[in-house]
């Protein structure tokens, strides 16, 4: 990387591996780049500036970073390279070591990486590189804003940082530290913001947001009920504009019959509930740390059911963790079906080096993972398509999201259905609208919708 001046418009590009905190952090630290001037340019083009944001929940996801890192060097053998996010936090010399890399720095400062880009660009000779990153402990929640979410009609506000649960197959606390969460002011600022650009639906996420607001000193919160979290929905319920929340995902034990009961109340609140399940077998959650049982976590759905009788249940499930027996893998199947679940995301157990898990006995060969993953694949197919029969000739409202090729446009309902929806001839700018109407199934995967 060379020393140059700053002579000319400089120019970022960006690139997200990961999960959705990922990607508004990702949003947040692109902005504060156009604010500063810069020309926001496509990953693949010559840049100034590249900044990887890297994600390191799987050894796919170490690979896939170091990859992307090495390809922002070929697309400029001089720019300055940033790697960001949760693989340069859990193993910032690792990351440093790799030839394309000039500055590591993790999952904080990234308020000020503007000004530590700017100091290198201008200061950073060969072999000089640095890492930045540092120990998250007794850090606050940093503010990054954003007022625009690219590509989409929906808007990811982040509300919470770190995790403290520990479950024993997960680096992820590692990575982003402990509990710290947004203040309820700057949340409902963003969400304002965010509602005047034309943003209809906003999407609290954060990597526990059922930790939201236990770090505040003012905190109402008891070990049975969220007060900070639903009172922060609540609040952005009343913001003129915003016809739909949604969670990202939801600790499974939040969902207690008073948190339902005071959410149920909320009209903007979407049908649609992520619950991390990971496992169907009480065996294998007990090893995973989880600290609920299937019989809880079944329970916890049909309440669900009672205040939400079309909720759409969504999961996410790890196949082949040490010492996942046959028998266990089948409780997990079982289980499955007798929730009846929307949609699965299935992973295969990755060993995360630095987690209890890594150390375990009986690990599970990936051929046995990959065949597990198959068979929850398909069982997951044939309870999606029942989700979505379930809607055929009902009356929907559908948020279009995005034009398509043909014309048509794609988009979803409350309930997380997707839908391509099909607009009267001459018609347009149906992009960003609420659209009500009938939907049919037509045994694809998603819904279709004519207007008119």
Do not use: W
Request: hydrophobic fraction near 35%; proline fraction near 5%.
């Amino acid at each position: 990387m060379n020393s140059t001046p700053l002579l000319k418009q400089p120019s970022a590009a960006f690139y997200t591996l990961g999960c959705k905190v990922n990607t508004y952090d990702t949003e947040a630290i692109q902005e504060l780049f156009e604010q500063a001037g810069y020309e926001i340019v496509p990953f693949e083009e010559p840049a100034d500036i590249y900044v990887v944001n890297t994600c390191t929940v799987t050894h796919l996801g170490d690979r896939k970073s170091r990859q992307m890192l090495r390809r922002a060097r070929r697309n400029n053998p001089d720019a300055l390279i940033i790697a960001a996010g949760c693989y340069a936090q859990t193993a910032p010399e690792t990351v440093l070591a790799i030839d394309e890399v000039d500055l590591v720095l993790g999952t904080a400062d990234r308020s000020h990486i503007v000004e530590i880009a700017e100091e290198a660009r201008r200061g950073l000779e060969p072999d000089q590189n640095r890492n930045l990153a540092h120990s998250l402990a007794g850090t606050e929640f940093e503010e990054l804003e954003i007022s625009k979410t690219e590509g989409h009609t929906r808007a990811f506000v982040k509300i919470q940082e770190g995790c403290a649960q520990y479950c024993s197959y997960c680096i992820v606390p590692y990575a982003r530290g402990p509990v710290r969460s947004r203040r309820p002011e700057k949340a409902l600022e963003e969400i304002a913001r965010l509602s005047k650009a034309g943003y209809r639906e906003i999407v609290l996420t954060g990597i526990h947001i059922a930790s939201y607001g236990r770090d505040f000193a003012d905190s109402r919160n008891t070990p049975q009920f969220n007060e900070e979290l639903v009172s922060l929905v609540e609040n952005a319920a009343m913001i003129p504009g915003i016809e739909r929340i949604r969670f990202s995902s939801i600790e499974p034990r939040l969902m207690s019959r008073p948190f339902l009961d005071r959410l149920s109340r909320i009209p903007q609140i979407c049908p649609h509930f992520h619950l991390s399940l990971q496992s169907g077998s009480a065996g294998v959650l007990k090893r995973m740390n989880r600290r609920y049982s299937p019989d809880e976590f079944y329970k916890i759905t049909q309440l669900i059911r009672e205040y939400y009788p079309t909720a759409a249940l969504t999961t996410d499930i790890i196949v082949g963790f040490p010492g996942e027996t046959d028998k266990e893998f089948q409780e997990t199947l079982d289980f499955v079906k007798k929730v009846g679940f929307a949609q699965i995301h299935i992973f295969r157990y990755s060993q995360r080096e630095g987690t209890p898990a890594a150390e375990f006995k009986k690990q599970v060969p990936d051929q046995v993972k990959a065949a597990r993953a198959e068979a929850l694949a398909a069982v997951e197919h044939d309870m999606r398509h029942d989700f979505l029969k379930a809607a055929d000739g009902k009356t929907a409202r559908i948020l279009i999201e995005q034009q398509e090729e043909d014309g048509s446009y794609s988009g979803y309902t409350e309930s997380y259905r997707p839908v391509r929806f099909i607009p009267q001839p001459g018609t347009h700018r149906y992009k960003g609208r609420i659209v009500e109407t009938e939907v049919f199934y037509t045994g694809d995967d998603r819904l279709s919708a004519h207007h008119g």
